[in-house]
Every structure is written in C-alpha cells, then in structure tokens.
C-alpha cells in the first residue's frame, strides 16, 4: 500500500510521550501513530455495531408487531414465538 506524509502539529510533551511509547512497543513513532488511528477507527466501526445490536434488542419487539414476526425472521409469531417447533417454547 502507498504511503502518504501527513505532517501533524503537537506540543512538546506529546510528541515525547508518543517517541516513548513507540520506542516501549518497539516500533517507530510513525508506526505507533499508524496503529492509534486504525484501533481507534476499529473502536468506532465496533461501537457502531454494538450500538445497533443494542437497539435492534431494545425495539425487537416494536418490529415483531409491525411487521407480524420476530426479528429472527420468517416463521416467528408476532409474539416472537417458536411455533411449529416442538418442545421449543
């Protein structure tokens, strides 16, 4: 993958803790600075997930009785159900 310079302005202080921990993990500051941003980017996809998980949860049955089945999909009563499956309630 191609690289491209970003140039970035920090204080003193932070630019020193960030050639500090990069020396710690073993890496160049470029690269400790390339992962803070890719964990923070899969932080913000996985809080988004979660986020939606959380809703779809919440409002599971607000749908159910919309749409007239569960939010598993065809075949759930509008209850959300287990119909048709024995011994399964």
Known sequence: MAKTQLNVRVDEATAEAARERALQRGVSVNRY???????DAGEAGQTFVEAASDFMKQYERVFAEEFGRGAAGPGRGAAGGR???????
């Open 33 to 39: 600075i390339e992962e803070l941003v890719l964990r």
């Open 83 to 89: 119909e048709g499956h024995p011994g399964k309630k």
